[in-house]
């Protein structure tokens, strides 16, 4: 959190560029009186969380830094499936109270 905050930037920034660097960031919608196309940014390529932390951001003050630098880049392992009821997301939570609690 300190070298984000030094480099100008926030949490919420940071997600906003890893978005832009992973699947492409929603910026804006451009309407050319007949159709409507979402403008999105994206950057480079990668293939491995190495190649991603080795990306180069652009910060406010601390001028051009690489993603690695600003955040810890690990894998980990994400859900198999999203569920969705009514067409929203929703999180289910499976706990096991110990024995003794009725």
Do not use: C
């Not at 984000?4 to 940071?14: C, F, K, M, S, T």
């Not at 601390?62 to 009514?86: F, H, S, Y």
Request: charge should be neutral; proline fraction near 6%; avoid cysteine.
């Amino acid at each position: 959190d300190r070298r984000i905050a030094q480099a100008g930037l926030d949490r919420g920034d940071i997600a906003s560029m890893v978005r832009a660097l992973s699947g492409g960031l929603f910026i804006a919608e451009y309407f050319d009186g007949n159709d409507r196309m979402n403008l999105i940014l994206r950057g480079d390529k990668w293939r491995t969380p190495d190649e991603l932390s080795s990306l180069p951001v652009h910060t406010p003050n601390a001028g051009l830094q690489t993603l690695g630098e600003l955040a810890e880049v690990i894998r980990t392992v994400g859900p198999t499936q999203l569920r969705r009821v009514n067409g929203k997301r929703t999180v289910s939570l499976l706990l096991n109270p110990p024995e003794e609690m009725s």
